[in-house]
């Protein structure tokens, strides 16, 4: 996949940080296959030249034992003329020993955000960490409309490391 900030590359931004994620890729595809079907990046993300979606990190803190990594900008999907609308924007990452989950914004609950996948695991990658086998929740899998069962493995997550 294509990174941002390939510090080996290209010191000069190698401060810049972020979570890179395609999301799902057959999702991008059906989108972009409808004939209004559009996907908008805003707030500072960014769209990478292999479809993966950048994620510039704004906030790093703990609580109770859980690093949490907060994300700015987001992503809209929209299409079929106005029916679908699936927003993921106020990303962050919680890690917690071994365990990994990302949430989104979700203006419909109580708490303002959903956990959107579920993960087990991490690995360093050159300079980056990589979150394998992101599993949808059940919260996750009615964003999506249900299109999905829950458990379906999303794109791998990836996050620039520290330099
Ligand atoms: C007018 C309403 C809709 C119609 C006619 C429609 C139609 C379809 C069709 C035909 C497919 C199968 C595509 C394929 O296999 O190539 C599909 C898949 C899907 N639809 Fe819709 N859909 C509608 C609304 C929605 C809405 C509101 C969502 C909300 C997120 C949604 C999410 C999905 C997802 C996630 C898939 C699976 C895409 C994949 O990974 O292959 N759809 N839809």
């Known amino acids: 996949m294509t990174m941002p900030n390939d510090t080996a590359t290209n010191p000069a931004v190698s ?3 972020g979570l890179c994620w395609e999301i799902k ?3 991008t595809t059906y989108v ?5 079907g559009n996907i908008a990046v805003f707030d500072g993300a960014e769209r990478m030249p292999d479809g993966a979606f950048f994620f510039p990190l704004v ?3 703990e609580v109770d034992g859980a690093q949490i990594k907060a994300f700015h ?3 809209q ?3 079929h003329h106005g029916m679908l609308v699936v927003t993921l924007t106020g990303i962050q990452l919680i890690t917690e020993g071994e365990h990994a989950s990302l949430t989104i914004e979700d203006a419909l609950s109580p708490t303002g955000r959903l956990t959107l996948v579920e993960m087990s695991g991490r690995h360093s990658e ?3 960490e990589r979150y394998a086998s992101p599993k949808l929740t059940e919260d996750g899998a009615d964003l999506f409309f249900d299109n999905y069962p829950v458990g379906t493995e999303l794109e791998p997550i ?3 490391a520290r330099s």
């Not at 972009?32 to 209004?36: F, H, L, Q, R, V």
């Open 73 to 75: 900008g987001g992503v």
């Open 32 to 36: 972009e296959s409808m004939s209004d």
């Open 77 to 79: 999907f929209t299409g």
């Open 126 to 128: 050159g300079n980056a």
């Open 158 to 160: 990836w996050l620039l």
């Open 25 to 27: 890729s057959t999702f």
């Open 59 to 61: 906030d790093e803190y």
């Open 15 to 17: 401060d810049d940080r």
